[in-house]
């Protein structure tokens, strides 16, 4: 069965160092999503993507984070300048698009721990 | 905005018990209304959903249903398992935005033998 894959599982980083959080959604999906979930607290939505470009964005997603789709398979989430408070479980999600009821399918996630 | 509140968790219960667990909804119109579970070490999966008033959604013996009346979408299983101890979120979609999903705040729960 397709699934969406993440990596890293968990990454630690510095504050102040850049982060790349990797995607491979699957392959049909033309839709993609980042959530994230900082603990004990909601998931919340940050950002999607459609046709190479950002479709829609969260408040959460300002100018230190960015999204690509660098190849046709992968879709990553970059964080500049990571802060203690971007610490959380960043989830990948994808699918086709056919409306706002539709299922999304989720990652495993990457757990990003800023020290 | 359009929200989500559930039961306070964590919810511990002993095998073969019944399990409900509460979703209140605040929304304009009448979205479809979700639950996704998280299994250990897993990502969230979507366990059912509901498309419009009095739907019900069913899946691996839980069942939720949409009602408008108390704006309500409670999660229940007759007769839980060990295997279905995981996290379980409410969600609702965000207006008639794609993938953009408001979640509750997820309810741990765990099952014994």
């Known amino acids: 069965e397709p699934e969406v894959t993440q990596t890293p599982s968990h990454q630690v980083t510095q504050m102040g160092q850049e982060v790349i959080l990797r995607c491979v959604p699957i392959?049909?999906?033309?839709?993609f999503y980042w959530y994230r979930q900082i603990l004990g607290q909601k998931v919340e939505f940050l950002v999607s993507?459609?046709?190479?470009?950002?479709?829609?964005k969260s408040e959460i997603f300002d100018d230190q984070f960015s999204v690509e789709r660098p190849d046709g398979s992968n879709f990553t989430l970059k964080i500049r300048s990571t802060k203690l408070e971007d610490s959380a479980m960043y989830f990948c999600?994808?699918?086709?698009?056919?409306?706002?009821?539709?299922?999304?399918?989720f990652g495993e996630g990457s757990r990003l721990t800023v020290l | 905005g359009d929200s989500v509140t559930q039961m306070e968790g964590p919810v511990t219960l002993s095998e073969e018990a019944f399990l409900t667990i509460n979703c209140t909804y605040t929304?304009?119109?009448?979205?479809?209304l979700f639950w996704y579970v998280q299994y250990p070490g897993e990502g969230l999966q979507l366990l059912l959903k509901?498309?419009?008033?009095?739907d019900k959604g069913s899946n691996k013996g839980f069942e939720a249903t949409y009602r408008k009346e108390t704006t309500s979408f409670h999660l229940e299983k007759g007769s839980v398992q060990v295997s279905d101890s995981a996290v379980y979120f409410c969600?609702?979609?965000?207006?008639?935005?794609?993938?953009?999903?408001?979640f509750g705040q997820g309810t741990i729960l765990t099952v014994h033998p």
């Open positions: 969600a609702l979609p965000q207006g008639t935005s794609y993938g953009k999903l408001t």
């Open positions: 392959s049909n999906h033309l839709y």
């Open positions: 993507f459609y046709n190479n470009e950002i479709s829609e």
């Open positions: 509901a498309t419009k008033a009095d």
């Open positions: 999600a994808s699918n086709l698009g056919t409306g706002a009821g539709e299922e999304l399918f």
């Open positions: 929304a304009t119109g009448y979205p479809s």
